[in-house]
């Protein structure tokens, strides 16, 4: 693996950038594609700052004896908010990292080996992807802010409209369609943060790749629309049925059921240790926030649950939907 220069990246415009010499790093926030000036990234809230190195030059400028408490193949430097992972494969192959949290700033040093070789989760072993994603996340509950799996679009109207969804339901195909057919201009893809009343895209996740058809697919990420003052209608789409309804007593636990799905700072091997010496990081804390914020986004926003088995329908039924809650003067 050849070592790259270093770049600046924004994720979440003025919310979440990343420095890095990994090439074309991509993770929950999206791919790092287009480099940025470094006052950029010195200007979002959570920054992150990602190197790879050789195997052996890992841990070069760390004091190894500050990380005096063990947790299996962690050690942790509780006064530092830091964490080493370290194991070794076959006698042969050295998996390392390290990883200290230092305010809303995340660095991380991470060996080539183990970027190269660590592809998926297993067990306590996960993608720098994933570790990456699962700190900042709880990073920004610390702030008051979540993140939101979820599509956005801002029509032409001046209305937007936020889609929350089991994965592979269609919400990245609604929000396309609601583009071609109705003009929108999206705002996120597929994650998304929010303190409760605005909400900031993260543009380049690029799950409308798995979308073929051109016309579709004929944008340009770039010109997102990057930030929501305000959530004007918050959907939850289901596969199945024909329903078009307003808000029911279940959508509040249905939204945190499908948010909860896609993040996995509660589950993450690396966030768990960072807590369990940490006393001012908690993921308890982390999910009544989480509670919070998308208590109140339902609270700001026209809340509605569409059900349809073609995804292909959801974005007409979204517009019905406005209709109704206006009266019928959508346009």
């Not at 001046?158 to 003009?183: E, H, I, Q, Y």
């Not at 929501?228 to 918050?234: A, E, F, G, K, P």
């Not at 989480?290 to 926003?301: C, P, R, S, V, Y």
Request: hydrophobic share 35%.
């Amino acid at each position: 693996m050849k070592l790259s220069e270093f770049k600046c990246y924004e994720n979440i415009p003025g919310i979440i950038g990343i420095k890095t010499n990994v090439k074309d790093f991509f993770w929950g926030f999206g791919e790092c594609k287009s480099d940025v000036p470094e006052e950029n990234f010195e200007r979002c809230k959570i920054k992150v700052r990602l190197e790879v190195r050789p195997d052996k030059r890992v841990f070069e400028g760390a004091n190894l004896s500050e990380y005096n408490s063990h947790f299996r193949h962690f050690k942790a430097a509780p006064e530092k908010s830091s964490v080493i992972f370290s194991q070794t494969i076959k006698h042969t192959v050295q998996l390392k990292y390290v990883l200290t949290v230092d305010g809303n700033t995340v660095n991380m040093v991470v060996g080539k080996s183990y970027l190269r070789l660590v592809k998926t989760k297993l067990m306590y072993i996960h993608p720098v992807a994933f570790i990456l994603f699962d700190v900042v996340s709880l990073l920004l509950l610390k702030n008051g802010l979540t993140t939101l799996y979820c599509s956005a679009v801002y029509l032409p109207n001046g209305k937007s409209v936020v889609f929350s969804a089991p994965p592979n339901t269609g919400k990245s195909l609604c929000a396309l369609k609601l583009r071609k057919d109705f003009g929108a201009e999206i705002v996120a893809e597929d994650m998304a943060a929010t303190d409760g009343v605005s909400l900031w895209g993260a543009p380049n996740t690029n799950l409308y790749r798995d979308y073929n058809d051109k016309s579709l697919m004929d944008f340009d990420s770039s010109k997102f629309c990057s930030k929501l003052n305000s959530v004007d209608y918050l959907t939850i789409l289901q596969k199945g049925g024909t329903d078009c309804k307003t808000e029911s007593a279940d959508f509040l636990k249905k939204l945190i059921l499908i948010n909860r799905y896609s993040l996995g700072y509660y589950y993450s091997p690396c966030v768990r240790v960072l807590c369990f010496y940490n006393k001012n990081m908690s993921i308890d804390n982390a999910q009544r926030t989480e509670e919070a914020i998308l208590k109140k986004l339902t609270e700001n926003a026209v809340c509605g649950t569409l059900s349809n088995p073609n995804p292909m329908e959801f974005s007409t039924q979204t517009m019905s939907l406005i209709d109704g809650a206006n009266g019928g003067e959508s346009n």
